[in-house]
């Protein structure tokens, strides 16, 4: 598929006026189900996220921690039925989807997804910040450093979600305030969007 630079850049400015009137979450939440459904893979669903994120999409971190929690919490709860009930071809199959999803975020918690889709988060966040350690420009460091945020982002949200509800791997949980340490220390926005603790999310296993 190819994208002419009009069409990219008429899709930045929609996705970032339709966040400064609406919200951008659910909709990122949507297209990365859209994706993911596709392969039936939860992998897709989530690499579509960052990727959105790496590329510019998301401006306002509150669209990203809502569009992880949702995720997450459809992942954690139902991920094969989740993936199974996507469609969003027509308004009347798309409000039947979204009526399918508040059935399944019902349902209760499995805790070895959880350490699934927290392992996954955590080996990306590292990933990230072995690459941005080999940065060589300062162009190349400041997106790097963007990425690496957005990663320790998704650890962050995840973690104030879940760490109530099921026992964290101490060498996970390690980790994860290294990755927390990492976030404080990124400054600006890292300092100035505290994350808020909020209902249960999801599990992931990316597959």
Not at 54 to 78: C, N, P
Not at 100 to 123: A, D, H, T
Not at 135 to 140: N, Y
Request: charged share 25%.
């Amino acid at each position: 598929m190819q994208v002419t630079p009009s069409e990219a850049f008429a899709s930045y400015i929609s996705a970032w006026n339709f966040s400064k009137v609406h919200g951008f979450g659910m909709r990122l939440a949507r297209a990365g189900l859209g994706y993911g459904s596709l392969s039936q893979s939860w992998s897709e669903v989530f690499q579509f996220l960052l990727d959105a994120f790496d590329h510019g999409y998301v401006v306002k971190v509150s669209d990203w921690d809502s569009a992880v929690d949702l995720l997450s919490e459809l992942y954690v709860k139902a991920a094969a039925e989740t993936l199974s009930s996507v469609d969003f071809s027509t308004d009347e199959r798309a409000d039947q989807t979204q009526e399918r999803f508040r059935e399944l975020v019902e349902r209760p918690i499995q805790p070895e997804q959880v350490n699934k889709i927290l392992s996954w988060f955590v080996v990306e966040a590292f990933t990230s910040i072995d690459i941005a350690r080999g940065a060589r420009t300062a162009d190349e460091w400041l997106m790097s450093k963007a990425r690496v945020f957005g990663r320790v982002r998704c650890v962050g949200v995840l973690e104030h979600a879940f760490r109530d509800a099921v026992k964290i791997p101490a060498t996970l949980g390690a980790q994860m305030v290294q990755l927390e340490e990492i976030r404080a220390d990124l400054g600006g926005e890292a300092r100035s969007a505290p994350i808020k603790a909020q209902a249960p999310a999801s599990g992931l296993s990316p597959r």
